[in-house]
């Protein structure tokens, strides 16, 4: 499995990872769409 095959399989293509940079790169994923929905929230709030 390429590194973020899981969450953006497009993305990795015939890629292949180790399990540990595939943790990282899905921790990375998950952090991001946490940000960005909080971020959305801020500003609707803002609004």
């Known amino acids: 499995m390429g590194a ?3 969450l953006a399989p ?3 293509g015939t890629h ?3 399990a540990a940079k595939e943790g990282v790169v899905t921790f ?3 952090s991001l769409a946490v940000a960005i929905v909080a971020g ?7 609004l």
């Open 10 to 12: 497009i993305a990795a």
């Open 28 to 30: 990375l994923f998950l």
């Open 40 to 46: 959305v929230v801020i500003i609707i709030v803002g």
């Open 4 to 6: 973020g095959r899981k």
């Open 16 to 18: 292949q990872a180790s």
